[in-house]
């Protein structure tokens, strides 16, 4: 009797469509891809950067399920974005002030 209906735990860990979040990625790619051609380099590292941490977030919450985990586990995974955005803020003043490899 119980086999006739999908019961709520199932639903729960039903799995997401994949190849639509793969797509997702894949033009979030080509927007990353576009904004690195700006030429305000300032505003080119946040754009990018901001692309970059929704990337994460996606592969994060489908491909490594991090939904299902328990919360400490993703306390970690926040700790690691966090060292994330820590990268970011010490890279992007030097990126800013120069202007490619020869410094001039």
Known sequence: MSGDHPTA?????AHP????????LLVL???????????????MNILVFGVAG?????????FMHMKA?????????????LCLVA?????APDISW???WSGR
């Open 9 to 13: 735990e199932a639903h729960a860990h």
């Open 17 to 24: 469509n994949y190849w639509a979040i793969w797509i997702a």
């Open 29 to 43: 790619l080509g927007v990353s891809l576009a904004f690195g051609q700006m030429h305000d380099a300032r505003t």
């Open 54 to 62: 929704i990337k994460i977030a996606l592969v994060m919450r489908y």
């Open 69 to 81: 985990e328990p919360w400490l586990l993703a306390l970690l995974m926040v700790g690691a974005f």
């Open 87 to 91: 990268m970011f803020v010490g890279v």
């Open 98 to 100: 120069r202007s490619g």
